[in-house]
C-alpha cells in the first residue's frame, strides 16, 4: 500500500478558508433581511415602557361656561336655562345643521381632527383647530406605524372616577357631532399623586437620671430579676454568687453560693417563692426562698447556660445556651418537656408571653426563631437581622416585641412576626434591652452606651453614656443587664465596672425643658 503523503496542517486550514469565501461570497457585504415580527415587539416593548403609563390620559374637560344672569336665547338653540358642556354643544350643532351643504363637511372634519396618540383634541365643538393641531394631525398620518402600535397595546381597566370622566367626555363629543375613533381612554394610576409619608410625633418623655450606685459584686454583673412585690431585686455576677438587695435602699440582704461558674440568668417565679438561676457552668438551679437552698437542678444542657425565662401562666422555664438549643423545663418534676433545636450558634437570648408565639429565641446566628409551644416547633424564623441576636423585649401591653443587634433594633408585630421598622442609630454590640408600660424601650451595649427611644415612633428622645466607678479601667464601661421595676419607674442596670446601677426619671423636666427634637425624615422599611 503507497504512503500517503501528510499534507501541511497550515496548507488544509487556507484551503478550508477559500472554500468557504467562495460559498459565501455573493452574500458579503449585504445586511440580513429584518425579521417584519421581531421588529413590531421591539416597537411595542418600548412603546409600552415610554408612554404606556400615560397614553390612555383623558384629554382635560372643556371649561364650565359661566351661567349668565338673565336668561340669552339662541338661535336656533336650547333654552337659556340649559348650561354645562352638553348646552353649549347644542347651541352649535342647530345652528351648523342650519347650512345644509356644509354639514357634512363640517361632521368629517371634525371627525378627522380627533386622533389618539400625538395629535390633541380639538379646543371645543365646532372650533376649528390651529396650525399646531393640523401639523399635529400631519404628522399622526404619517406615524401610521406607530398608531398601530399602539393601538395593539392592552388598554389598563378604568377606575370610577376614570369612567366618569371619560363619559362626560363622550357625552360632550357626541352632542358636538364628533364621532370616536377608539374607546374612551382611561385614567392611569402612574401619574396619581400618592399621599407623602408623615411621621407620627413621638410622646414626651421625661429623661432619665442616675439614682443610686451599689457595689458588692466582684465580677460583672450578668443578670438582674425583680420581684413581683416590687420589693427586692436579686443579680448575678461573675464571681459565682447571686446577691438579693432591697430595692427602696439598695441594701444587701442575702448572698447565694452554689454556682461554679458566671451566673448568666435569673428569673423570678410570680407564683411560688422560687428563685431560677443558670450559668456557665451547665446548671440550671431552683432555689427555695424560704429556706434559701437549692431544692431542684435541671440536667440536659451540653454547655453553658447564658439566658432563661419564665412563662407567665404555667410552671414551664425555658432557657437557652451555648449548645444552640432552648429546653422546656417543667419545675415541679425536673423532666425536659422539649428541647427546641433549630438554631445554628449560641442561643443569646429568650422572651416567653402567654399568648402565641409563646416562646421567642434570638440566636448569634443572627436569626429570630417564633416557637409553638404545643408542638414543640418551630413556627417562623425571622432573618432580617445581619449580625448576632443578643437581646429581646416584649411589650408589657402591645403584642408586639423588639430584637437588638448590631446592626439594628427591629420591632416586630406578633404573632406572625411581621416586620414594622427600624430603631436606627444605636450602633454598638446590644447585651440588653427593657420596655415599660409607657412605651420607654432602653437599649444597652457594651460600650457603656444607653439610648431611650419612644416605643411607637422609634425616636431616640435620650442618649447616655454610663460612668465608672473610681478604681476601674475605662474599657469597663460596658452594660449587661437591663431591667425595669414592677411599676416601670425604676430602671436598674449591671454593668462591667462590678456595680449595679438605679436609674430614675427626672421629676423636673417639663415639655419646654426637654422638648422633643425628632429630625427623622422618614423611616426606612427593609
Not at 247 to 262: M, P, V
Request: with cysteine.
Amino acid at each position: 500500500m503507497a504512503a500517503i503523503d501528510a499534507q501541511p496542517l497550515v496548507e488544509i486550514a487556507l484551503r478550508s478558508r477559500k472554500r468557504t469565501l467562495d460559498m459565501f461570497l455573493g452574500n458579503r457585504g449585504s445586511r440580513l433581511s429584518e425579521d417584519v415580527e421581531s421588529l413590531r415587539m421591539k416597537l411595542v416593548t418600548k412603546i409600552g415602557d415610554d408612554y404606556g403609563a400615560v397614553r390612555d390620559m383623558p384629554p382635560p374637560a372643556p371649561p364650565k361656561p359661566a351661567v349668565p344672569k338673565a336668561a340669552v336665547s339662541v338661535v336656533g338653540g336650547p333654552p337659556a336655562s340649559s348650561v354645562g358642556p352638553a348646552a353649549a354643544a347644542a347651541a352649535v350643532v342647530p345652528a351648523v345643521s342650519s347650512n345644509s351643504s356644509g354639514s357634512t363637511a363640517h361632521t368629517q372634519a371634525a371627525a378627522d381632527l380627533v386622533v389618539v396618540g400625538p395629535a390633541a383634541v380639538p379646543p371645543g365643538p365646532g372650533i376649528a383647530a390651529n396650525a399646531d393641531d393640523q401639523a399635529d394631525e400631519t404628522l399622526s398620518q404619517d406615524s401610521s406605524t406607530v398608531r398601530r402600535m399602539l393601538d395593539s397595546l392592552p388598554t389598563k381597566p378604568a377606575g370610577r372616577q376614570a369612567a366618569v370622566v371619560s363619559s362626560s367626555i363622550v357625552q360632550y363629543r357626541e352632542a358636538a357631532g364628533i364621532v370616536e375613533r377608539h374607546a374612551p381612554p382611561t385614567k392611569s394610576r402612574a401619574l396619581v399623586v400618592k399621599n407623602p409619608y408623615l411621621a407620627v410625633k413621638p410622646d414626651w418623655h421625661p429623661p432619665w437620671k442616675l439614682m443610686r450606685v451599689i457595689s458588692g459584686h466582684l465580677g460583672w454583673v450578668r443578670a438582674a430579676a425583680v420581684d413581683v412585690s416590687n420589693e427586692w431585686f436579686a443579680t448575678g455576677s461573675a464571681d459565682r454568687t447571686i446577691k438579693i438587695w432591697e430595692l427602696a435602699s439598695g441594701t444587701l440582704k442575702l448572698t447565694l453560693t452554689g454556682h461554679i461558674n458566671t451566673v448568666r440568668g435569673l428569673a423570678v417565679s410570680t407564683r411560688h417563692p422560687y428563685l431560677f438561676s443558670c450559668g456557665e457552668d451547665k446548671q440550671v438551679k431552683c432555689w427555695d426562698l424560704e429556706y434559701n437552698k437549692v431544692i431542684r437542678h435541671y440536667h440536659g444542657h451540653l454547655s453553658g447556660v447564658y439566658c432563661m425565662a419564665m412563662h407567665p401562666t404555667i410552671d414551664v422555664l425555658i432557657t437557652g445556651g451555648r449548645d444552640s438549643s432552648a429546653r422546656v423545663w417543667d419545675i415541679r418534676t425536673k423532666a425536659n418537656v422539649f428541647t427546641l433545636s433549630g438554631h445554628q450558634s449560641t442561643v443569646a437570648a429568650v422572651a416567653c408571653q402567654s399568648s402565641d408565639p409563646q416562646v421567642i429565641t434570638g440566636s448569634n446566628d443572627s436569626t429570630i426563631r417564633l416557637w409553638d409551644l404545643a408542638k414543640g416547633s418551630t413556627s417562623a424564623t425571622l432573618t432580617h437581622h445581619k449580625k448576632s441576636v443578643r437581646a429581646l423585649a416584649l411589650h408589657p401591653v402591645d403584642f408586639s416585641f423588639a430584637s437588638g443587634a448590631p446592626d439594628n433594633i427591629k420591632l416586630w408585630k406578633c404573632p406572625e412576626g411581621k416586620f414594622m421598622t427600624n430603631f436606627s442609630g444605636h450602633n454598638a454590640i446590644i447585651h440588653s434591652m427593657s420596655v415599660n408600660r409607657d412605651n420607654v424601650l432602653v437599649s444597652a451595649a457594651d460600650n457603656g452606651s444607653m439610648h431611650f427611644w419612644d416605643w411607637k415612633t422609634g425616636y431616640a428622645f435620650q442618649k447616655l453614656q454610663t460612668v465608672v466607678q473610681p478604681g476601674s479601667l475605662a474599657s469597663e464601661a460596658g452594660v449587661f443587664v437591663t431591667t425595669f421595676d414592677q411599676t416601670g419607674s425604676r430602671l436598674i442596670t449591671g454593668e462591667a465596672d462590678k456595680t449595679i446601677k438605679i436609674y430614675r426619671e427626672d421629676a423636673n423636666a417639663t415639655p419646654e425643658t426637654h422638648p422633643v427634637d425628632d429630625h427623622r425624615a422618614s423611616r426606612k422599611k427593609y
